[in-house]
């Protein structure tokens, strides 16, 4: 039975959907709020299981081989001194490089850009949807997959209406920064460069690694640097910055959104509190930007003909480094339910399939936190 399916939310939990279901034979509708797509949006990220299985699915099993490895891991203390060394080879892969993969794999008459949800009206066999703009569609089975801020997520765990339920701010932030290679100081460079690096102060934890370029580049001289730094962050404190930056009620700040002042203080703090080297790819960084750390747990993933998917069911702290493989399974798992089943059986499949690994991964990210000792 081929469905109607709309998918609110066209980054790569989305995209993941969106291929397997279009491949079943299904008519798929991806919404994507962003007038441009999402390409150059993302960083680096390790290469989990459920992405090689994704990507043998679709038929793209080399994307997952090309990306930058990192021979070692090493912890730095305040000074910049090694004070461990541990053999552990690891691949960080392009999410620019694995959107690009998916995007474009999905005919471009089903992806539709500047489609922000403006109402969605459930019933017991199918869903109305219309866009801001006026363009009306009804779907047999419409899927959030449009990430932390999700407005579809009020739909299912909710009370049924369209009201935005927010995830919870735990009381720090990752302050982040993607600095081409040639930018990166040499004597930082020759110390972080093909390794995995780290560091734990007081209340913080940074790190960093090598990742592709923006077009998936992995020769010497065209990669990034991506460093990573958890600080204490109150949230009358993240309030005031969103403010001060143009963007409260905002979720996160992206490159170029953090004011010039912020930026300096930024970097001072580094020099005092961070190893030499991650104060010199803090300062080399030209548009860092803040990502506060979030969670949340739905109570249930499918009301009616409704689905969450990714991070508008759960969201992991990053710590996990699962976020994408999270996705990944929760698409591949809804693509099996779905494969020759009544719809409203496949999405109880669907539930009760991927609430426990939902549950269980927040709890991991959690319990991770704590061990670094940030914020309960």
Known sequence: MSLRIGMVGGSVGGLFAAVLLARQGHRVTVMERARHGLARRGAGLVVQEPVTRILRQVGLPRLAEKGVWAAERIMLDAHGAVTSREASPQMQMSWDLLYDGFRKLLPEHLYLTGATVGE????????????????AFGFD??????????MVRGLVA??????????????YAAWRGLVPEAAMPPDAAGELFGRMAFHNGRGMHALGYLIPGAEGETAVGERRYNWVWYRPLSPEALQDLLAHAGRAGALSLGPGELPADIRASLQADARAQLPPQFAAAVAAQAQPFVQPIYEYETPRMVRQRIALLGDAAFIARPHTAMGVAKAAGDAMALAAALDGRPVDEALAAYERARLPQGRAMVDYGRRLGRSLSMSP
Not at 141 to 150: N, T, V
Not at 158 to 171: K, L, M, S, T
Request: glycine share 20%; charged share 25%; proline share 8%.
């Open 141 to 150: 089975l419409l899927i959030g997959a449009d990430g932390q801020g999700s």
């Open 120 to 135: 969605a009206v459930p019933s017991p066999d199918g869903v109305q949807v219309v866009l801001e703009d006026g363009r």
């Open 158 to 171: 909710g009370n049924g209406a369209e009201e935005r339920i927010r995830p919870d701010y735990v009381g």
